[in-house]
């Protein structure tokens, strides 16, 4: 049991850390632009202190191009801020579609580096699990990674969640599928240890071209 929660641990550290510098390689690229465009406004100020004429519409666009990464920073905080408040219970009860449409904002450039297009496809009804959000964030997260390290040329994947309420599951779906990805199917102590955890089953799907999660445990 020690071992586990070591390992597990150990996961929940690499999937924080893996977020938190993707979003604060995001935010520095805001604030980089953020710089360059006061500096353009110094500039001007300049310009204006010589006597020049001041360019107005210069000026309001760059006003704009500053608020708007100040938003995007914003968000980004966000979203960090979220994940960060993920650890205050030790269990919840928990909307799948919700949070994995987090996940996927959260790790959006993650993916878009993969060049790999996500799509979610809602349920028929909410599906509510009793679980850690933390880990279960976590969970997602390697789901969705998997299978866009298992996409073919078609690079995109499949979101859905199934229509039994009683044993709610997410879905993954990736068209033609790498063989040796769907062998070795989360196949590491690190996806053991999390899976057991959250009491989650992996399946492949009818046609071995995708997997689900499922909870066999549901409240």
Same mark, same amino acid.
């Given at each position: 049991?020690?071992?586990?929660?070591?390992?597990?641990?150990?996961?929940?550290?690499?999937?924080?850390?893996?977020?938190?510098?993707?979003?604060?390689?995001?935010?520095?690229? =805001?604030?980089?632009?953020?710089?360059?465009?006061?500096?353009?406004?110094?500039?001007?100020?300049?310009?204006?202190?010589?006597?020049?004429?001041?360019?107005?519409?210069?000026?309001?666009?760059? =006003?704009?191009?500053?608020?708007?990464?100040?938003?995007?920073?914003?968000? @980004?905080?966000?979203?960090?801020?979220?994940?960060?408040?993920?650890?205050?219970?030790?269990?919840?009860?928990?909307?799948?579609?919700?949070?994995?449409?987090?996940?996927?904002?959260?790790?959006?450039?993650?993916?878009?580096?993969?060049?790999?297009?996500?799509?979610?496809? =809602?349920?028929?009804?909410?599906?509510?699990?009793?679980?850690?959000?933390?880990?279960?964030?976590?969970?997602?997260?390697?789901? @969705?990674?998997?299978?866009?390290?298992?996409?073919?040329?078609?690079?995109?994947?499949?979101?859905?969640?199934?229509?039994?309420?009683?044993?709610?599951?997410?879905?993954?779906?990736?068209?033609?599928?790498?063989?040796?990805?769907?062998?070795?199917?989360?196949?590491?102590?690190?996806?053991?240890?999390?899976?057991?955890?959250?009491?989650?089953?992996?399946?492949?799907?009818?046609?071995?071209?995708?997997?689900?999660?499922?909870?066999?445990?549901?409240?």
């Amino acid at each position: 049991m020690a071992r586990n929660e070591q390992i597990l641990a150990k996961t929940g550290m690499g999937f924080w850390g893996r977020m938190s510098a993707s979003a604060t390689h995001e935010i520095k690229n =805001s604030l980089a632009i953020i710089n360059e465009n006061a500096g353009l406004l110094e500039d001007l100020a300049l310009i204006a202190e010589k006597g020049l004429p001041l360019a107005t519409e210069r000026v309001k666009d760059i =006003s704009h191009r500053l608020a708007k990464q100040v938003q995007r920073a914003d968000r @980004i905080l966000k979203k960090l801020n979220h994940l960060s408040h993920s650890v205050d219970l030790a269990r919840e009860m928990i909307d799948l579609e919700k949070t994995t449409r987090f996940v996927l904002d959260l790790a959006g450039r993650i993916v878009e580096m993969q060049g790999v297009v996500v799509k979610i496809r =809602s349920p028929i009804s909410p599906l509510v699990v009793d679980t850690n959000r933390f880990y279960l964030q976590n969970a997602i997260w390697r789901a @969705i990674d998997t299978a866009c390290c298992s996409t073919t040329k078609e690079k995109q994947v499949m979101i859905s969640f199934g229509t039994n309420t009683t044993i709610p599951s997410i879905w993954f779906s990736m068209g033609p599928a790498k063989e040796d990805k769907m062998q070795d199917l989360f196949a590491s102590k690190e996806d053991q240890a999390l899976m057991s955890y959250l009491e989650i089953t992996i399946e492949k799907n009818d046609e071995d071209n995708g997997f689900g999660l499922l909870w066999t445990k549901s409240s």
